[in-house]
Nanobody
């Protein structure tokens, strides 16, 4: 069955770094664009970073541009989010998401992981 399992969250001081990982299974990962979202308490879920299926193109929210880097390893079915220069406002639950796409036969994607908590605090 489809699984997206995030890891790497935790407590970090302002200015620190964390690397999130999302291990995928159960669908054609190498053909699926992937996203990282986050949701802070009392706020809506927001798109943080996106990467195309082959990894050739990325996009970032303005709030994280220059600090976060999304990457993927299709041989390992894993997508990463390297977060540097973390700020207290980056505190949120971070979710991995598989973009929805049509294969010509069926839909894939639209999947979500369970989320991993990132807390930036001194």
């Amino acid at each position: 069955q489809v699984q997206l399992v995030e890891s790497g969250g935790g407590l970090v001081q302002p200015g620190g770094s964390l690397r999130l990982s999302c291990a995928a299974s159960g669908f054609p990962f190498s053909r699926t664009a992937m996203n990282w979202y986050r949701q802070a308490p009392g706020k809506e879920r927001e798109l943080v970073a996106a990467i195309t299926s082959a990894g050739g193109s990325t996009n970032y929210a303005d709030t994280v541009k220059g600090r976060f880097t999304i990457s993927r390893d299709n041989a390992k079915n894993t997508v990463y989010l390297q977060m540097n220069s973390l700020k207290p406002e980056d505190t949120a639950v971070y979710y991995c998401n598989a973009e929805r796409w049509w294969s010509g036969v069926r839909w894939y994607g639209g999947y979500w992981g369970q989320g991993t908590q990132v807390t930036v605090s001194s």
